[in-house]
């Protein structure tokens, strides 16, 4: 027979366990890291991690129902964040012990960003003393909604797929740091390639705006555009 003290002990470790159901898919962990950078709606995460709306909503009411999301119904779209901040770091921490864990995670992670010519990078505290002496033009190349919900102060915002044709803009006689979403996101190797290419000295940060926020440093915000607006602003990861 099965004792109380034996039902509370499975029952409890029961709701442990729909956080890890919750987490078990590779889609749902992108899309939560995709959430860490700020409230999106379902049509943005979905281009964003390359699934379809379909499958980005049915990844998000699992994450809903184990209660590391909310949505909110804004116009014609519904828009999707973390439940709070504990969120953010929960992830942060599954991601970090990963890294300490699994060998994988760093033989992938060195031999794409070797083959890629990017493994030279800038540490956030290297690049703070930079940015405060004035020695680097720091650029952000998420999307702009990322942007404006959270962004490493002083830092311009050229979203990846701009950048080619604003060039212009970047002042030529200094050196570029560029970011976007942390040590896994692309983007600011594909904005690295772009500007050595054009003849810009480059370097990216592994480091991004979470990463910057764990660490206490300051971020500074913009007030955010619609949904409506946002969803249609496209961004590769």
């Known amino acids: 027979m099965t004792t109380p003290h034996r039902r509370f002990k499975d029952t409890i470790y029961e709701q442990f366990a729909r956080l890890g159901k919750a987490m078990s898919a590779p889609k749902r962990l992108e899309l939560l890291d995709l959430l860490c950078q700020g409230p999106r709606t379902v049509e943005a995460l979905a281009q964003q991690a390359a699934i379809s709306v379909a499958n980005a909503s049915q990844h998000l009411q699992v994450l809903r129902a184990a209660r590391l999301v909310e949505a909110e119904k804004r116009g014609l779209y519904v828009e999707y964040q973390l439940a709070d901040d504990e969120v953010c770091r929960f992830f942060s921490a599954m991601r970090g012990l990963a890294e300490a864990r699994l060998a994988e995670v760093d ?131």
């Open 107 to 237: 033989q992938v992670t060195r031999a794409y960003f070797e083959q890629r010519g990017a493994m030279e990078a800038v540490d956030g505290e290297e690049l703070l003393r930079r940015v405060r002496d004035g020695e680097v033009t720091v650029l952000d190349v998420r999307p702009p909604e990322e942007y404006r919900a959270g962004h490493i102060p002083g830092a311009l915002s050229i979203p990846v797929g701009e950048l080619r044709a604003r060039l212009d803009e970047l002042p030529a006689d200094r050196e570029v740091v560029a970011y976007c979403r942390g040590r896994y996101c692309v983007m600011a190797v594909e904005a690295v390639e772009l500007l050595r290419q054009s003849g810009f000295k480059a370097l990216r940060m592994e480091q991004g705006v979470v990463d910057w926020r764990a660490r206490g440093w300051r971020i500074e915000a913009r007030p955010s555009a619609s949904p409506d607006r946002a969803e249609h602003e496209g961004a590769r990861s």
